[in-house]
């Protein structure tokens, strides 16, 4: 799944997830086209993803970085790991996120791994169900982040206070 290229742009580091092959069937041969995923993040709490497509691969990648800069959102990381248990959809693929103790790890595939590492997130079990498509995959993650809220966030919104 990941090309294992990792770079970075001013504070925020790019990993591509990955990068697809697709190939029109023209007079003279095949002609070629590359579509790239990227997932940009800070680690610490900003995370976004990227997919463009062109005729190479480095202007694919350099295009979904881009894409991805302009999709940031900000996750709620306390303490290592995530607020509280979340389910991410999007199209057929559902992620879900549970927080873990201190030392667990990221215990997640390739494309959601990507994810739960650029938006700093060091503890988290995940699942995976439906389809393992890496686009799917990244966007329920991110799907699945968005919807995280802190306790404090909760109380204001609610008007309460928990003890």
């Given at each position: 799944m990941s090309t294992g290229r990792d770079s970075k742009t001013g504070e925020f580091a790019e990993k591509v997830v990955k990068v697809r092959r697709c190939a029109t069937v023209v007079k003279g041969g095949r002609r070629f086209s590359f579509a790239g995923l990227v997932v940009v993040g800070n680690?610490?709490?900003?995370?976004?993803?990227?997919?463009?497509?062109?005729?190479?691969?480095?202007?694919?990648?350099?295009?979904?970085?881009?894409?991805?800069?302009?999709?940031?959102?900000?996750?709620?990381?306390?303490?290592?790991?995530?607020?509280?248990r979340v389910e991410g959809?999007?199209?057929?693929?559902?992620?879900?996120?549970?927080?873990?103790?201190?030392?667990?790890?990221i215990i997640a595939g390739a494309a959601v791994r990507a994810v739960c590492e650029s938006a700093g997130?060091?503890?988290?079990?995940?699942k995976a169900?439906?389809?393992t498509n890496p686009v799917n995959l990244v966007k329920a993650?991110?799907?699945?982040?968005?919807?995280?809220?802190?306790?404090?966030e909760v109380e204001r919104l609610r008007g309460v206070t928990l003890s």
């Open positions: 680690g610490r709490g900003k995370v976004g993803v990227g997919y463009a497509k062109a005729n190479e691969v480095p202007p694919a990648v350099e295009k979904a970085i881009k894409d991805g800069m302009k999709n940031l959102i900000e996750v709620p990381v306390v303490a290592g790991t995530i607020p509280h959809l999007y199209e057929t693929a559902k992620v879900v996120l549970v927080p873990a103790s201190p030392g667990t790890g997130i060091h503890d988290v079990l995940t169900h439906g389809s993650a991110i799907e699945g982040l968005k919807q995280l809220r802190t306790r404090d």
